[in-house]
Antibody
Framework: EVQLQESGPGLVKPSQSLSLTCSVTGYSITSNYWGWIRKFPGNKMEWMGYISYSGSTSYNPSLKSRISITRDTSKNQFFLQLNSVTTEDTATYYC???????????WGQGTLVTVSS | DTVLTQSPALAVSPGERVSISCRASEGVNSYMHWYQQKPGQQPKLLIYKASNLASGVPARFSGSGSGTDFTLTIDPVEADDTATYFCQQSWNDPDTFGAGTKLELK
């Protein structure tokens, strides 16, 4: 069974970078697509981007200048970096497996990241 | 971006049938997917591509629609179905999500 687990700091200061890791077991990240989604307080969900089986990436244009998704295939992990964060980036961050056609079948438990000084 | 509009909340009695709607601001073909999320848990895929039941999901859940109007139906509703239900489209870039419909049981 595919399992995903997010890890990283739960508190980030404004203007700094947010960095999260998603560790995947049960499936190779050199197959399919692997994405990040966040859920803001109040329930709004936002697709942030994904990295494909080949290492190509796609990002939400609203984040394009601040986001980077990379991977380490030897560890079966992929990573999120979001630069220049503000309090508006406070959210629960999920990593998920995205099918080629766009649905997210497997999700991590989510990790709350608070941006605050 | 494609805006997905959902009713904010519904209340039904166990054993009843409930339909949760999702309307897209532009056509999404059949690329609408539905998720269930309970407090403190990650979203769970219920329906993909409008009408396909995800693995392990009870047949009480079904989906329909195409273009701009989609419906998730639960029949019959059980107490364990108390949750927020989200729609997501993947036809137009970027992927977008609805704001969620909170289902409460009377």
């Amino acid at each position: 069974e595919v399992q995903l687990q997010e890890s990283g700091p739960g508190l980030v200061k404004p203007s700094q970078s947010l960095s999260l890791t998603c560790s995947v077991t049960g499936y190779s990240i050199t197959s399919n697509y692997w994405g990040w989604i966040r859920k803001f307080p109040g329930n709004k969900m936002e697709w942030m981007g994904y990295i494909s089986y080949s290492g190509s990436t796609s990002y939400n244009p609203s984040l394009k200048s601040r986001i980077s998704i990379t991977r380490d295939t030897s560890k079966n992990q992929f990573f999120l970096q979001l630069n220049s964060v503000t309090t508006e980036d406070t959210a629960t961050y999920y990593c998920a497996e995205r099918s080629r056609r766009g649905w997210f079948a497997y999700w991590g438990q989510g990790t709350l990241v608070t941006v605050s000084s | 971006d494609t805006v997905l509009t959902q009713s904010p909340a519904l209340a039904v009695s166990p054993g009843e049938r409930v339909s949760i709607s999702c309307r897209a601001s532009e056509g999404v073909n059949s690329y609408m997917h539905w998720y269930q999320q309970k407090p403190g848990q990650q979203p769970k895929l219920l329906i993909y591509k409008a009408s396909n039941l995800a693995s392990g999901v009870p047949a009480r859940f079904s989906g329909s629609g195409s273009g701009t109007d989609f419906t998730l139906t639960i029949d019959p509703v059980e107490a364990d179905d108390t949750a927020t239900y989200f729609c997501q489209q993947s036809w137009n870039d970027p992927d977008t999500f609805g704001a969620g419909t909170k289902l409460e049981l009377k």
